[in-house]
T-cell receptor, first 116, second 114 residues
Framework: AQKVTQAQTEISVVEKEDVTLDCVYE???????LFWYKQPPSGELVFLIR??????QNEISGRYSWNFQKSTSSFNFTITASQVVDSAVYFC?????????????FGKGTKLSVIP | DTGVSQNPRHKITKRGQNVTFRCDPI?????LYWYRQTLGQGPEFLTY????????KSRLLSDRFSAERPKGSFSTLEIQRTEQGDSAMYLC????????????FGPGTRLTVT
């Protein structure tokens, strides 16, 4: 069965520091999709990124970057020069192609606090 | 471009009462999901619709839960005979066609059962 592990429950950093959020996944499927979502204090989950299992290219979007490594089943998320607005709970999620619904399996989330 | 909307945003009910939540997906999205999120946890899948057909249900969805999407547009989630353990945030998400795998979430309905 699919599983997503976010070992870091809470992280605190000082503004402008870089921070990496870890995500390790388990799946038996050969085609799958990985996601990161942000949940700010307001509560609404905001989609950040999707990666396909067949595309291991890392991605950068502004201060955000993602490192996908199939060899270690990891999909880590780095925020460069963190800002107070980055404070939120971040979720890593997985969906499998063989589940026709492509339902998401989430990790427990990492709460990031950026201190000014 | 409107996102996913959910009503009500908050619901307080007494144990044993029935409650119903509504979700309006992004208009062009034909796939709709319900999830439940409890404090300190990630969302957990409840059920999935493609158009009006309910194609998958989680074992979390007990007999007291029912969901509908009668015309393939909005959806409702009903909980009968609520229990305190039903207290949670109920999230709705939608996604577009077959090649679009990311789901977009609504703000959720927070249910408190007293």
């Amino acid at each position: 069965a699919q599983k997503v592990t976010q070992a870091q429950t809470e992280i605190s950093v000082v503004e402008k520091e870089d921070v990496t959020l870890d995500c390790v996944y388990e799946t038996r499927d050969t085609t799958y999709y990985l996601f990161w979502y942000k949940q700010p204090p307001s509560g609404e989950l905001v989609f950040l990124i999707r990666r396909n299992s067949f595309d291991e290219q890392n991605e950068i979007s502004g201060r955000y970057s993602w490192n996908f490594q199939k060899s270690t089943s990891s999909f880590n998320f780095t925020i460069t020069a963190s800002q107070v607005v980055d404070s939120a709970v971040y979720f890593c999620a997985l969906s499998e192609a063989r589940a026709g619904s492509y339902q998401l399996t989430f990790g427990k989330g990492t709460k990031l606090s950026v201190i000014p | 471009d409107t996102g996913v909307s959910q009503n009500p945003r908050h619901k307080i009910t007494k144990r044993g009462q029935n409650v119903t939540f509504r979700c309006d997906p992004i208009s062009e999205h034909n796939r709709l999901y319900w999830y439940r999120q409890t404090l300190g946890q990630g969302p957990e899948f409840l059920t999935y619709f493609q158009n009006e057909a309910q194609l998958e249900k989680s074992r979390l969805l007990s007999d007291r839960f029912s969901a509908e999407r009668p015309k393939g547009s909005f959806s409702t989630l009903e909980i009968q005979r609520t229990e305190q353990g039903d207290s949670a945030m109920y999230l709705c998400a939608s996604r577009g066609g077959a090649a679009h795998y990311e789901q977009y979430f609504g703000p959720g309905t927070r249910l408190t059962v007293t």
